[in-house]
């Protein structure tokens, strides 16, 4: 089988207009994001789209009452397979799309994705978000097993492309009896994706933003810079410095890319969608190696 790609898509990579962050315009940012994993495909990489949602917020009902409207960090559990399925749907149709107009005869399914939480015991602080200027702090949960991941290599290696859920997961937890219940809670979408490009033995994990590459503010460089290809140990230190503490966004992705590559991953890149074709032949995007 072909190298395999695990990549890691959410809205606010090709979103430009602030009030598209929640509902239909994320959505539709998401899908088109879909679009440009197809330069994988012409490259002749086996490809698992793992994709970050939220809310939507054309359905007002969903929402509690307690929930800002403007908010886009929350989902109810009892909510996901459905929102799952419509986004899976509309997901896979961009990308059987793209692959219709390129000539690639190649077949795409949408999985439905469920992930089983990290014991309470387990958790470090990096598995909470938090958020700058004094804003409250939502809590997120750090996924520790995706489900799925057998029938994704059973359909990988069938020939699909595979489109599973992320962030987006339906959370379980398991009780004393070893029985699974949903719960509601907030998975880490680029740390779920990263979960399950381990379970996956990927090759690359990529993760998508809305840059080409991880720029990084330095005073003793002079200023702003971009980072190219650099080691884990390198990237660790960066993070331990506190170089990506400015933005969570950013902070998430690193952190994501890290937990990969130490659990054995083959190389993470971090780029935006539209860039993903030109960072595989070596000229944009953020590598990083073992």
Not at 94 to 118: F, K, P, W
Not at 140 to 164: C, D, M, N, S
Not at 229 to 239: H, K, N, S
Request: hydrophobic share 40%.
């Amino acid at each position: 089988m072909s190298k395999l790609a695990v990549v890691a898509i959410g809205g606010n990579s090709l979103i430009k207009d602030e009030g598209d962050r929640d509902g239909p315009g994320r959505l539709e940012a998401i899908c088109r994001s879909a679009r440009y994993v197809v330069d994988l495909l012409v490259n002749g990489w086996n490809v698992v789209i793992a994709y970050d949602h939220t809310y939507q917020a054309d359905q007002p009902d969903r929402r509690p009452t307690h929930q800002p409207a403007h908010s886009s960090q929350w989902l109810p559990a009892s909510s996901l397979p459905e929102l799952q399925g419509r986004s899976g749907y509309l997901i896979q149709q961009s990308l059987d799309e793209e692959l219709q107009r390129r000539g690639l005869n190649r077949r795409s399914v949408c999985l439905l994705t469920r992930a089983i939480l990290r014991p309470k015991d387990e958790e470090t602080t990096a598995t909470r978000s938090t958020e700058s200027d004094g804003a409250k702090a939502q809590a997120r949960e750090e996924a520790g097993e995706i489900l799925e991941q057998e029938a994704i290599k059973t359909l990988l290696q069938a020939g699909f492309t595979v489109i599973a859920a992320a962030g987006s997961s339906i959370p379980l937890v398991r009780d004393g009896e070893g029985r699974l219940h949903a719960v509601e809670t907030r998975l880490h979408g680029d740390l779920a994706a990263s979960i399950l490009a381990t379970q996956l033995n990927a090759d690359l994990f990529l993760i998508t933003m809305a840059a080409e590459k991880v720029v990084l503010s330095s005073q003793e460089a002079g200023g702003a810079y971009s980072l190219d290809m650099l080691t884990l140990a390198e990237l660790r230190q960066y993070e331990a410095s506190g170089s990506f503490a400015g933005s969570q966004c950013i902070a998430s992705k690193i952190r994501a890319a890290i937990r990969y590559l130490e659990h054995g991953g083959g190389a993470a890149l971090i780029t935006s969608p539209q860039t993903i074709g030109k960072a595989l032949a070596g000229r944009t995007g953020t590598w990083i190696l073992p």
